[in-house]
């Protein structure tokens, strides 16, 4: 049973559906200002074809069945809804670039435990949730790093930090609670002149250390760029340690800056655990399943992140978050530092 004290502690039923009731326009929620970005950028942003919009089917809508009982009123043996076709034309590019407004693009996250390491090092790999299964991305933590540190490449076989096909990063401080994500640029030491070719920091995700042991639901605060006029994101490219995402959210310097947290799970009398309502797409109790949300609007899922079996689990994301950023965001929450459990 998922009680509010085990790993197993924000399934999935009750509250309300994903939508909000055409209240302002959620893009508004992001928007920051900020200068748009002075690099080329003359690609324009191409909606996936096909890319499913935020309208739910009646049946999305139902509370989802959870294995350990409880589920009133829910259809037995909901599918899943997959996502459908999107096409990937280039994947650096789509990986990148910020999900087209009301459109949710669904994926599926898979854990691959085998190899020498017995499991100390899994790779992640990200694939659109559809029915080609389009490979985006994956992950995997180094080995020999003082701190938890995660490699993300464009290809399934090449997780090297040197190859072309690395695209981003995902760094812990020495606690394990505060995590940032880096886009494939350079460290500010190995810089340009114009500092054109610096990193930029996609996001940053702090979890609230648990006191004493205490296991109930985590805390996450989720902190991103915003997102300009023209909806692109704001370049944040720190020079030094104190002027990333992490010390202007500490400093409360929020300017081009977006905060999000998860959703808090409603503690359910019945089934004595934390609920929370995936619509369909989460199926398994974990202490690790999360929905990312505006204060502004909670009904608007910016990313939501569960488990669908012992190594598979589901990440849906919206606008203004990217490829790169939700699968960062979700490779924290594997991380097994004790204060985060």
Known sequence: AATSSDEEDDSDS?????????????????????????????????????????????????KNSNKKGKAKKSKKKEERPPSPVIEVD?????????????????????????????????????????????FLLAGRKRKKSKTSNYLISIDPTDLSRGGENFIGKLRSNLMGTRFTVFDNGANPDRANADWSNVRQELSAVVYETNVLG????????????????????????PRNDND?????????????????????????DETQSYVLNFH?????????????????????????????ADDAFTMDYNYPLCAVQAFAIALSSFDGKLACE
């Open 14 to 62: 009750s509250t309300k559906p994903i939508r909000s009731e055409k209240k302002k326009n959620p893009a508004s929620l992001f928007q920051t200002g900020g200068d748009p970005p002075k690099e080329k950028k003359s690609k324009k942003k191409v909606p996936p074809k096909g890319a499913e919009s935020e309208e739910e089917t009646p049946e999305t809508l139902q």
């Open 280 to 308: 369909g797409r989460v199926t398994h109790a974990s202490v690790k399943n999360f929905q990312i949300v505006h204060s502004s609007d909670p009904d608007y899922i910016v990313m939501q992140f569960g488990r669908v």
């Open 90 to 134: 280039n994947l650096e590019e789509f990986v990148l670039q910020p999900a087209p407004q009301g459109v949710t693009v669904k994926c599926r996250v898979t854990r691959d435990k085998k190899g020498m390491d017995r499991g100390l090092y899994p790779t992640y790999y990200l694939h659109l949730d559809n029915d080609k299964k389009v």
């Open 214 to 237: 205490f296991k109930g639901p985590r805390k996450m605060t989720v902190i991103i760029p915003g997102m300009n006029a023209d909806c692109e994101r704001v370049p944040i490219r």
């Open 244 to 268: 990333g995402l992490l010390m202007r959210w500490q400093n409360r310097n929020m300017d081009n800056v977006i905060e999000l947290h998860n959703k808090a799970p409603v503690w359910n």
